[in-house]
């Protein structure tokens, strides 16, 4: 007894000592301390109702009413990875309850800031000159805050109108503990969605890397510019400011996207709610209720042959803005029609509600431009990542909401390169094949041989179900799969074996796109706004690496773009991240 008395005690004081004195134990134990209790109180749920189903839907609706603000309240308490990955769900309202899509939300652009005493003295001590000397103003107000970092708006003393990227002092000491628990989280809750966290958790290493983000800022700068310099700005690096921890670049003025659209949105009356999301899909795509691959073909296929051969006789954009302008002439006649009824309503020359009515069909008419102009302005942001995806073969992973600004002059401004990816040849072509298929609404066989030259793989190596998560991907997006019993039904069919690494993050990129556009109310196929660039690829094979004269630096890839994915080719911050990851993947043995 006194022995295992004494092991005891020795045990608690080892364990008090970690506590008091490993910051990541610290904070493994408070993130459970917090996340715990709502783990495990969906998890007596899920088991409790597991045979009422209605039941089961009744309690997660209250759960979910309880816990979003809960969630979002540790995760501004505890900040580093949980922000990133709260960041990823806002943007997600097909799959991700509305709730903590509402809760979430803030965390694109609203995320407690670090004292501007210590970042100044970070910049101070980073560039090894007063702050004084390096700019005419410093704003101590961040006007941005996010998981590693934080913004601040400055002046140079030439004028130049600048931002300040500092990396935050405790980003990579607190990323193991966050990587561990949400691990551990997602095994929990998603099991199937392991292997996009892995990638997920890959990619954030890469933004503790500024030297890496800074080379892959200026090169994007450099071939964006000349090809969508009337559509999109990219800022330019200020190479005099920059160092390790911090990073310069010009300043880009403008909102977020999603904040800038949606306020139109709701100004016109659309209803932002998942409920109203779910009616918005059912309304716009008469057939998505029909079983996804159940036919052996997709659901829209006949609507799909459509659409291409219309858009190949006039052309998708000749189409697109006839459609955009011929909504913004009814929204201006109806508009004028509301005023002439309220004034002779206001005259009683007609009844008030002859008036009602048509300031009601003026208010719908001024929604229908608003999502108009929202499904513009995300066609050119597709439009960009076809260019940088099947064109150069070097893409940003991380478009969420917060990382698009509306400019005052209309453009988008992209911002936020720390997770950038190069994709080889061979991978860019089996993408390729299989958004075409996708696009032409080919039959399971053709989309499945496609999908599965990619690497993919199943475990009963089902067509119907490898076309079906092919669609899923990127296909518009399927009211039905909304719902967690369809989901459920597909994935009870055969199971993922194997996901290619470097189409997780392809994957990544077009659900954040996606995600971003249903909160705009506009559904986008990827493969059908692709197709064309993915042909063009098919019929030239062009050689990657080098757009408008320029080339990807050694900091970025590390060799040619065209390479075989090696580790060369995605180069990690240095040995202690590289260290963190693998010590990670040890959850999984």
């Not at 000491?173 to 561990?180: C, G, K, P, V, Y």
């Not at 691959?293 to 459509?306: N, T």
């Not at 496609?450 to 009963?460: I, L």
């Not at 997780?504 to 059908?528: K, Q």
């Amino acid at each position: 007894p006194r022995v295992g008395a004494a092991a005891a005690g020795g045990v608690a004081a080892a364990a008090a000592a970690a506590y008091y004195f490993d910051p990541s134990v610290r904070r493994a134990v408070t993130f459970w301390a917090r996340v715990g209790p709502i783990a495990g109180h969906y998890l007596y749920a899920q088991r409790r109702y597991a045979s009422d189903p209605a039941r089961q839907r009744a309690e997660y609706e209250r759960l979910h009413g309880v816990y979003a603000p809960a969630s979002l309240a540790v995760v501004l308490e505890l900040r580093g990875l949980l922000v990133k990955f709260g960041q990823q769900l806002s943007s997600r309202p097909e799959l991700v309850p509305h709730e903590y899509v509402r809760a979430f939300r803030s965390l694109q652009s609203e995320v407690p800031a670090e004292p501007a005493a210590a970042i100044v003295a970070l910049v101070e001590s980073e560039l090894r000159r007063p702050i004084g000397e390096l700019f005419a103003r410093f704003d101590e107000q961040p006007c941005g805050a996010a998981s590693i970092a934080q913004a601040h708006r400055a002046r140079t003393p030439d004028g130049r109108e600048v931002v300040v990227k500092v990396q935050l002092p405790h980003a990579a000491a607190h990323f193991a503990a966050d990587l561990r628990g949400l691990r551990a989280l997602v095994w929990l809750s998603q099991p199937e969605a392991m292997p996009l966290f892995d990638e997920f958790a890959r990619q954030y290493v890469t933004e503790l890397d500024f030297a890496r983000e800074r080379a892959s800022l200026a090169a994007m700068h450099a071939a964006l510019t000349p090809r969508f310099s009337s559509t999109v700005a990219v800022p330019a690096v200020d190479d005099e400011r920059c160092s390790a921890r911090i990073l310069t670049m010009s300043f880009l003025p403008g909102e977020p996207l999603e904040r800038s659209v949606r306020a139109a949105l709701e100004a016109a009356g659309v209803d932002a709610s998942r409920a109203g999301l779910r009616k918005f899909l059912e309304a716009t795509d008469p057939a998505a209720d029909a079983p996804v691959g159940a036919s052996g073909r997709a659901p829209l296929a006949r609507e799909s042959r459509a659409r291409a051969a219309l858009e190949r006789l006039v052309g998708m954009d000749a189409l697109l803005w006839a459609y955009d302008l011929a909504l913004r002439a009814r929204a201006l006649a109806l508009g004028v029609l509301a005023a002439c009824a309220r004034a002779a309503a206001q005259l009683e020359v007609i009844p008030a509600a002859r008036a009602r009515d048509a300031a009601l069909a003026s208010a719908r008419a001024a929604s229908a431009v608003s999502v108009s102009r929202a499904s513009a302005l995300m066609r050119s942001l597709f439009d960009v990542y076809a260019f940088e995806i099947f064109e150069w073969g070097f893409f940003n992973s991380d478009p969420h909401p917060g990382n698009v600004l509306v400019l005052p002059d209309g453009r988008l401004g992209l911002i936020d390169y720390g997770q950038c990816k190069t994709l080889p040849l061979d991978v860019r072509l089996a993408l390729a094949e299989v958004i075409v298929a996708v696009a032409d609404g080919a039959a399971d066989a053709r989309v499945a041989a496609a999908f599965r030259r990619t690497g993919f793989r199943s475990e009963k190596d089902s067509d119907a179900f490898i076309a079906a998560i092919a669609r899923i991907m990127l296909s518009r997006v399927d009211p039905a799969l909304m719902r967690g019993k369809t989901r459920k039904a597909l994935f009870a069919s055969d199971r993922v074996a194997h996901f290619p690494p470097d189409l997780t993050s392809v994957w990544r990129a077009v659900a954040l796109l996606r995600g971003s556009a249903l909160s705009l109310r506009c559904n986008i196929s990827p493969a059908e706004r692709w197709r064309a660039h993915a042909s063009a690829l098919l019929a030239s094979h062009a050689r990657p690496g080098r757009v408008h004269g320029v080339e990807l630096p050694s900091a970025v890839v590390g060799g040619d773009m065209a390479g075989d994915g090696s580790a060369d080719e995605h180069p990690r911050p240095g040995a202690g991240a590289a260290g963190v990851l693998d010590g990670s993947r040890r959850l999984d043995r």
